[in-house]
């Protein structure tokens, strides 16, 4: 019997097989666990990221939020979403389900270029954040004309 088929990767490289990347995977599996069992409390809200020439667009999808429990912040390539839902809290009530829970939250999301933090337009409706991102006029292409002779 090979001692690939035995032992798989490991046992043909002992020096292959990483522990972290181990660990890695099963954290992965937990949360895709986790998020399954609670529906709609992944603590991260989902995102939507576009990219042109001059700017970027971002989409997040917050329910239950209003402009006033969120925070976004700009610095250099970086954007930094900030957010916290309180629950109500009812001491003498007995709960038959809760699924609704005090979430904090922070999401940074790294673009492909520097932030003109200056020029940066957010809109909070209907429970979906938009961010409009414009690049940086420094961080812009610059066209050279070329001399022929």
Do not use: C
């Not at 609670?38 to 667009?57: C, H, K, M, S, Y």
């Not at 917050?62 to 957010?83: E, F, I, Q, R, W």
């Amino acid at each position: 019997m090979e001692v690939d088929a035995m032992f798989g990767s490991f046992g043909a490289d002992p020096f292959g097989w990483s522990p972290w990347e181990q660990l890695e995977r099963l954290q992965e599996e937990m949360d895709r666990l986790f998020a399954a069992r609670r529906p709609g409390e992944t603590g991260q809200p989902p995102v939507n990221v576009w990219i042109g020439e001059d700017d970027a667009l971002v989409t997040a999808e917050l329910p239950g939020y209003d402009g006033s429990n969120l925070d976004l912040a700009v610095h250099g390539s970086t954007l930094t979403l900030k957010g916290q839902r309180d629950s109500e809290e009812e001491d003498d009530v007995r709960y038959l389900l809760r699924e609704r829970r005090n979430v904090r939250f922070t999401r940074r999301l790294e673009l492909p270029f520097e932030i003109d933090a200056e020029h940066v337009e957010a809109r909070f409706r209907d429970g979906v954040l938009t961010v409009k991102l414009p690049r940086s006029e420094a961080d812009r292409p610059r066209h050279i004309a070329i001399e022929a002779s």
